[in-house]
T-cell receptor, first 111, second 113 residues
Framework: DAKTTQPNSMESNEEEPVHLPCNHS???????IHWYRQLPSQGPEYVIH???SNVNNRMASLAIAEDRKSSTLILHRATLRDAAVYYC????????????FGQGTRLTINP | KAGVTQTPRYLIKTRGQQVTLSCSPI?????VSWYQQTPGQGLQFLFE???????NKGNFPGRFSGRQFSNSRSEMNVSTLELGDSALYLC????????????FGPGTRLTVL
């Protein structure tokens, strides 16, 4: 399973953008980059995923480096409800549902 | 539509006992995966079922088993419980195809005394 490296924790202020980095230097050509987050006392929830191009959805944006060895999850305007552990996961999307979670980044949002 | 439901939400057992946890996926989802979450090991994949067949398995001992029914509902069983089995057990469902967003349930908190 390809591995990812994320900072253990990050802190930001409410209504400011947040950039969560992820390194995945051993990524293969068929690996998709997925992000999930886990809010306190809840199961993880899907945030976004991409392969090569930057992606946007209602929750966040995903910026993928040209060499695909790193990516950044961008929360454009953080709210207190965005405080969670964010996981960057590589998946070979051949139908396998296995998610390999690392330790993730614990994001704290200050009011 | 209704989300993934897991029952029971909390469970207390003693060492040596066995336990069965249940997961009802989102309607239309055919894949159900199970994960164990502990403070020390984080989130670890247990196994995945798709159309009543185990399709993928994590690195857990044989005491951990599961099954899936024709309506896609799934159960996981842990026999001969050990103290280290105390954890949050999470179930996730998806369509199982190329669009692989997984939807997680709230989990079952198992405490082994």
């Amino acid at each position: 399973d390809a591995k990812t490296t994320q900072p253990n924790s990050m802190e930001s202020n409410e209504e400011e953008p947040v950039h969560l980095p992820c390194n995945h230097s051993t990524i293969s050509g068929t690996d998709y980059i997925h992000w999930y987050r886990q809010l306190p006392s809840q199961g993880p929830e899907y945030v976004i995923h991409g392969l090569t191009s930057n992606v946007n959805n209602r929750m966040a944006s995903l910026a993928i480096a040209e060499d695909r060895k790193s990516s950044t999850l961008i929360l454009h305007r953080a709210t207190l409800r965005d405080a969670a552990v964010y996981y960057c996961i590589l998946r070979d999307d051949q139908g396998a549902q296995k998610l390999v979670f690392g330790q993730g980044t614990r994001l704290t949002i200050n009011p | 539509k209704a989300g993934v439901t897991q029952t029971p939400r909390y469970l207390i057992k003693t060492r040596g006992q066995q336990v069965t946890l249940s997961c009802s996926p989102i309607s239309g989802h055919r894949s159900v995966s199970w994960y164990q979450q502990t403070p020390g090991q984080g989130l670890q994949f247990l196994f995945e079922y798709f159309s009543e067949t185990q399709r993928n398995k994590g690195n857990f001992p044989g005491r951990f088993s599961g099954r899936q029914f024709s309506n896609s509902r799934s159960e996981m069983n842990v026999s001969t419980l050990e103290l280290g089995d105390s954890a949050l057990y999470l179930c996730a469902s998806s369509f199982g195809g190329e669009y692989n967003e997984q939807f997680f349930g709230p989990g079952t908190r198992l405490t082994v005394l």
